[in-house]
């Protein structure tokens, strides 16, 4: 019964390369949602994505940030040509559905941009 | 979503109830509130949450006063791996919402 599984735990970027995460939902959870944790500070919302379907990313930044949720596999937040303002813990949360379901995290990944 | 304040930090003894408060007085009808904590940076863990009633699960109780203004998370016996940042959050019964984080109530549990 595994939770929410996010991989790598740690990245370590150098300025202009290319960050990717992932993050596999609980098992039967078809919801992705991505937050953003700057160094102290809260969690920000990111995108909301389901299977193939990009819901709500109001909470993107406009440029080198992008995320996928393909019909197999896990999901996928890509950040290009990173800076040393994208280092930050990166956390998924996932649910079963499309209502107001429990949103259950998963470790985080944390990016560190040198 | 309804805005949340917290106060920013409580202390607790081993073995004590914790008490953390929420003012939630702009909350709407069709919202919900939600407890989650963060421990040490690790990822938010859900605890609770609820509409209009009280709720108990096998972590915690969760008061709502009669108006929904207000709402008490109660850690019956807090240990000291309770220390965490804990959140109150409001949320629209609405398909997808988000969570919007604020800044929480770090708990502190002493021995």
């Known amino acids: 019964n595994a939770g929410v599984m996010q991989n790598p735990r740690h990245l370590v970027r150098r300025r202009g390369q290319e960050a990717r995460l992932r993050c596999s939902p609980m098992k039967g959870h078809s919801h992705v949602y991505w937050y953003r944790q700057l160094p102290e500070e809260g969690l920000k919302f990111m995108v909301y994505l389901q299977k193939e379907n990009i819901i709500d990313e109001s909470g993107m930044p406009k440029e080198r940030f992008s995320a996928e949720f393909p019909k197999e596999g896990p999901s996928i937040l890509r950040i290009q040509q990173v800076v040393r303002g994208d280092s930050a813990a990166y956390f998924c949360?996932?649910?079963?559905?499309?209502?107001?379901?429990?949103?259950?995290f998963g470790p985080g990944t944390r990016l560190t941009v040198l | 979503d309804a805005k949340t304040t917290q106060p920013p930090s409580m202390d607790c003894a081993e073995g004590r109830a914790a008490n953390l408060p929420c003012n939630h007085s702009?909350?709407?009808?069709?919202?919900?509130v939600y407890w989650y904590r963060q421990i040490h940076s690790q990822g938010p863990q859900y605890i609770i949450h609820g509409l209009k009633n009280n709720e108990t699960n096998e972590m915690a109780s969760l008061i709502i006063t009669e108006d929904r203004k207000s709402s008490t998370l109660i850690l019956p016996h807090a240990t000291l791996r309770d220390t965490a940042v804990y959140y109150c959050i409001v949320r629209e019964e609405t398909s997808g919402s988000r969570l919007t984080f604020g800044e929480g109530t770090q708990l502190t549990v002493n021995p």
């Open positions: 949360a996932s649910t079963i559905g499309a209502g107001p379901d429990t949103q259950y």
């Open positions: 702009t909350i709407s009808g069709n919202e919900y």
